[in-house]
């Protein structure tokens, strides 16, 4: 008799983990800046997180639509919203469609100051490809900083059906928290801003309807 397969949150569990060491983030952080004028603004596409929590003083904030990618909980997260053993899921850009985010514009001066802890935050597992990417804004096109998902790092993974995804963040904490938590907190942070996503909207609510205790934070 042929065993069902595991479940993807089992299967998460047993890929390969790996923490990028200072020298690789520092060398991708160098490429990512290799054409950056010293002094010149820069614009960051925030999708997830950094709508609620950028974590850096900025100059100018403007929603922006991102083509050629979409917000999707694509990433499993063993460190900030899961442990190895029991992963959560985290937000990515992966390929098709559009996403309604914002761009921030930093001086160009800070940028030697906030980038090293942007890149530890967000390039902790190098699972994100940094690319300098065109973001559309009322005020007009800026070319901005985004964090697009790397479908060949282990940690990508393809969408779910809703009831184990939901699953999967429903049971994962990490050191920032509950998982449930980070995809509510994402959803709130979208609304407040304008920002209609339908089906991280649909997520939420059911998420928040759950009336079980969350997780602790690892």
Request: aromatic share 10%; charged share 20%.
């Amino acid at each position: 008799m042929q065993s069902s397969p595991p479940a993807a949150g089992i299967a998460g569990a047993s890929l390969p983990f790996r923490l990028w060491t200072q020298e690789e983030r520092q060398a991708s952080l160098n490429e990512a800046l290799q054409h950056w004028q010293s002094g010149e603004d820069v614009w960051v596409f925030g999708y997830g997180s950094l709508i609620w929590r950028p974590d850096f003083d900025f100059m100018e904030r403007r929603l922006a639509t991102l083509r050629g990618h979409h917000r999707a909980l694509c990433l499993w997260s063993r460190v900030n919203r899961g442990t190895p053993e029991c992963p959560g899921l985290v937000f990515g850009l992966d390929r098709g469609g559009s996403c309604r985010g914002v761009v921030y514009r930093l001086a160009g001066s800070q940028v030697p100051n906030y980038f090293p802890a942007l890149w530890e935050r967000e390039m902790s597992t190098g699972a994100y490809l940094p690319r300098w990417v065109n973001c559309t804004t009322d005020a007009g096109t800026v070319r901005a900083l985004v964090f697009i998902m790397n479908r060949d790092n282990p940690a990508y993974i393809r969408a779910l059906p809703e009831p184990e995804l939901l699953e999967i963040v429903r049971r994962a904490a990490g050191r920032y928290g509950p998982c449930t938590d980070y995809v509510v907190q994402t959803a709130q942070a979208l609304r407040a801003a304008g920002i209609h996503d339908a089906r991280l909207d649909a997520i939420a609510r059911l998420l928040e309807q759950d009336e079980r205790p969350l997780p602790e934070s690892a």
